[in-house]
């Protein structure tokens, strides 16, 4: 297992949750990592990316100003700080990771992406 993620859970509407992503990727800190999401019933969805070693970051509309993703290299995790959340919050967080060429490169696609966790449960009741 090279991704592990952990942190959902249930929480009220207006609440917090940070999930955590435990890489063992021997050269974590040439990696971009990305959040990604699926809801039931829905397709996965990219939530947030962070370049390398700590290049730009992205947020898909709905999360702007909610949600920051963040990392460190030295401990090889990467983080998914929610807050504010929201009923439509709710699905499967999945963390994943790739090679980045260059520490200005990301990507916003899943199939561009080789190394995943196994997702963590968030579910925001309203």
């Known amino acids: 297992v090279q991704l592990q993620a952990s942190g959902g859970g249930l929480v009220q509407a207006g609440g917090s949750l940070r999930l955590s992503c435990t890489a063992s990727?021997?050269?974590?800190?040439?990696?971009?990592t990305a959040w990604f999401r699926q809801a039931p019933g829905k397709e996965r969805e990219i939530v947030a990316h962070?370049?390398?070693?700590?290049?730009?970051?992205y947020y898909t509309d709905s999360v702007k100003g909610r949600f920051t993703i963040s990392r460190d290299n030295a401990k090889k995790m990467v983080y998914l700080q929610m807050n504010s959340l929201k009923p439509e919050d709710t699905g499967l967080y999945f963390c994943?990771?790739?090679?980045?060429?260059?520490?200005?490169?990301?990507?916003?696609?899943?199939?561009?992406?080789?190394?995943w966790g196994q997702g963590t449960l968030v579910t925001v009741s309203s």
């Open positions: 990727v021997r050269t974590f800190d040439r990696h971009a």
């Open positions: 994943a990771a790739r090679a980045a060429i260059t520490s200005a490169s990301w990507y916003s696609s899943g199939i561009e992406y080789d190394l």
């Open positions: 962070i370049g390398r070693p700590v290049g730009s970051t």
